[in-house]
């Protein structure tokens, strides 16, 4: 049973609003009241060491060559979706290269002019694109940042529409990033499967 494609309209949508950089390049004298916001108190954080995140380390995991490793990793990657529902991956197997590729890529098209950006805007009822994404009302806060928002994967989802040709690496760049994170993503279902006491490709299949 082939796993079922959302149509793209049911991501949702967002109410269409100004351009951060526009904004800024009004000279405003002061921040609109959309985008500010009142002090917020949190609650402090303890330090001990047992509230410590859980870390997961990948290449022991895929280790099978040191029995002990790997089951000690296993058990802590159950603790870790069982206790907490989060947890630090290290050692993850995706290339530095690819990973800084990816933010230089990022970070030269929100450099570029704002009418070329305005070229992969959202469109109506859907948050893929570029602008802001999640505003649902009129007078929502807003924070002081636009976004990107873009659907790689499934492959039967992508819209090229809103896939950059400035700059001219960026899909390259895109593709390699998030065929690495997949498979990072695959191997961790696989072993989370594990812990179940299911086969490795229940949990990976449902994606």
């Not at 330090?47 to 089951?71: G, R, T």
């Not at 990022?106 to 859907?126: H, R």
Request: glycine letters at 2%; charged letters at 30%.
């Amino acid at each position: 049973m082939e796993p079922e494609v959302l149509k793209r309209e049911d991501n949702g949508g967002s109410l269409p609003v100004e351009n951060v950089q526009a904004l800024a390049s009004k000279n405003l004298k002061e921040i609109l009241p959309r985008y500010l916001r009142p002090e917020a108190e949190f609650d402090q954080v303890s330090s001990e060491e047992s509230l410590d995140i859980p870390v997961i380390d990948m290449k022991k995991l895929l280790d099978d060559q040191h029995p002990l490793n790997h089951h000690d990793v296993m058990a802590r990657l159950h603790l870790a979706c069982k206790d907490w529902g989060v947890f630090q991956l290290i050692n993850h197997g995706v290339s530095e290269e690819v990973i800084e590729k990816m933010k230089i890529d990022i970070e030269d098209f929100f450099q570029l002019p704002l009418e070329k950006k305005k070229a992969y805007s959202q469109l109506p009822n859907n948050i893929e694109g570029y602008r802001q994404a999640f505003v649902v009302s009129e007078d929502q806060k807003l924070d002081w940042v636009d976004m990107f928002f873009l659907v790689s994967l499934p492959v039967p989802q992508r819209n090229m529409r809103f896939k950059p040709t400035h700059p001219t690496s960026f899909r390259e760049s895109l593709d390699k990033y998030s065929w690495e994170l997949q498979q990072v993503t695959i191997n961790l279902l696989k072993f989370m499967s594990r812990n179940l006491g299911l086969k490795p490709e229940t949990l990976p299949n449902m994606f």
